[in-house]
């Protein structure tokens, strides 16, 4: 956003909350913060005539997906009266209104939500152990939401059309790994839940914590009603563990979760409609990936976060075949040189690459702060993605070729569909093998860290 549109973005909001307070009110100090793929999210300070003085957040909905902002709002204003820990709304506004386009203002809640402090920082030490309980019994009220109290929040209907609908459409079929994952969700479908209120990414990253626990759940651009189980599977993602070997959101056991919820629910999903929730959660998470980075391709919103995004579906293909038992955490082999043709002389493809990081992470990135400090660090990872596919990906594509062939396939799209139709099922071992080949080279381009995640 240009200096003058934020000039503009700033008086407008000081002209509503003047309306809202009868009184004027002056705004400063619009800036927007890094993180959040869908909305823009800025942070400003509100003062009145009188003196008193707000910390306020703004989430705005131009150009953005999720449920309407509005929708947003009824349901975190239910979600208080149910005792769950929310900003206090302060205004909504839609499309042509007061913004010019739709938002939500709220209160500012301090805390941290960066998960990897969260888990690893000693500030948070003495919260961590507990903070697993507190997460499970906010969800049960969370869920106990009154669906009467909920206008405009729809419900979500089947979980797999849902996903094949919101992900797939007439898009080409899914990785194999996520192939497989889709085709043991259609075969082994648990009970269901009760109908509730559920928030749609509940987990670390969408929740401040401050220093006595959960301070406020934020984020609730995907709320819907439906199964109540998937906020619980969402949370316990192997994605959003962020290294640790606890499952629950990183801070706690699967049992510890669940005793919580049905402390306060009065009833306790079983361990096999937890399963299927999570591994529902990665393979959505995975289709996710490929849609945020279609976003950037067509040029609808050309991001280097959205980009980087799309080759992560590899790590949820890999957390595919470990939630199901067919392949274990295994050290990354060490990178290959390139293949010596040094047509175009040294330094080679990968050395510029690497160059390139160096003075990014050395000498841009320690001069930059806030939104362009948290793109640097997206943009040197995506560098490294390229510097390991220069490396690696001559040899890896040849091999994956030819496994191909073998199976006659023409590529992974034609593999995907014999997955979903049976079509080898007569080859299944030679299938997986293929599938378990392919992910693996991937992800020693993209992340070859995750190959050493267990599950």
């Known amino acids: ?15 509503r909350l003047s309306a809202l307070a009868g009184s004027a009110v002056r705004v400063h100090g619009l800036a927007r913060l890094s993180g959040g793929a869908s909305r823009e999210t800025w942070a400003f300070t509100a003062e009145g005539a009188d003196g008193s003085r707000r910390e306020l957040i703004l989430r705005s909905g131009a150009g953005t997906g999720g449920v309407a902002l509005r929708v947003e709002g009824v349901a975190m ?72 109290a909920l206008p405009g929040v729809d419900a979500a209907g089947d979980p797999l059309v849902r996903l094949r609908l919101d992900y797939l459409g007439d898009a080409p079929p899914p990785p194999p790994g996520l192939a497989l994952g889709l085709r043991w969700l259609a075969e082994n479908r648990p009970a269901p839940g009760p109908t509730a209120l559920v928030h749609g990414d509940y987990r670390l990253g969408n929740l401040m914590i401050g220093p006595e626990g959960l301070a406020a ?30 499952p629950a959101g990183g801070v706690g056991t699967r049992e510890q979760l669940l005793d919580a919820y049905a402390e306060v629910a009065g009833w306790r999903p079983t361990a096999e409609q937890l399963r299927w929730w999570e591994l529902h959660a990665t393979v959505r998470w995975g289709l996710m990936c490929r849609v945020m980075a279609e976003r950037h391709l067509s040029g609808a919103e050309p991001s280097v976060e959205f980009a980087a995004i799309g080759r992560r579906a590899c790590e949820q293909e890999f957390d595919v075949l470990l939630a199901l038992g067919l392949a274990e955490p ?8 390139e293949d010596g043709l040094e047509l175009y002389g040294r330094p080679t493809a990968a050395e510029l690459v690497a160059a390139t990081r160096t003075f990014l992470t050395g000498s841009v990135r320690p001069e930059i702060t806030g939104r362009t400090a948290f793109h640097a660090r997206v943009a040197d990872n995506v560098l490294a993605m390229v510097e390991r596919e220069l490396r690696l990906g001559g040899a890896a594509r040849a091999r994956h070729r030819a496994a191909l062939d073998e199976l006659g396939c ?28 392919g992910v693996r080279d991937r992800l020693l381009v993209a992340n070859p860290r995750h190959l050493t995640l267990p599950g």
């Open 1 to 15: 956003m240009t200096g003058s549109s934020v000039e503009d973005l700033t008086a407008r909001l000081a002209d």
């Open 77 to 148: 204003a239910a979600a208080a009266r149910a005792g769950v820990p929310v900003p206090e709304v302060v205004d909504v506004g839609d499309d042509g209104g007061a913004l010019g386009h739709s938002y939500l203002v709220m209160g500012r809640v301090e805390g941290e939500t960066i998960p990897r402090r969260l888990l690893r920082d000693e500030q948070f030490a003495a919260v961590r152990p507990r903070l697993v309980a507190e997460l499970g019994a906010v969800l049960a009220r969370l869920h106990a939401v009154p669906l009467d």
């Open 217 to 246: 759940v934020l984020d609730w651009e995907l709320v819907h009603i439906g199964d109540p189980l998937e906020d619980l599977g969402w949370l316990c993602a192997k994605v959003w563990r962020f290294g640790s070997p606890l």
């Open 330 to 337: 295994s050290d990354a082999v060490a990178e290959a040189p």
């Open 410 to 437: 023409a590529d992974d799209a034609a593999l995907s569909r014999a997955i979903t139709s049976g079509a080898l099922d007569g080859r299944w071992d030679e299938v997986l093998d293929v599938v378990r080949a």
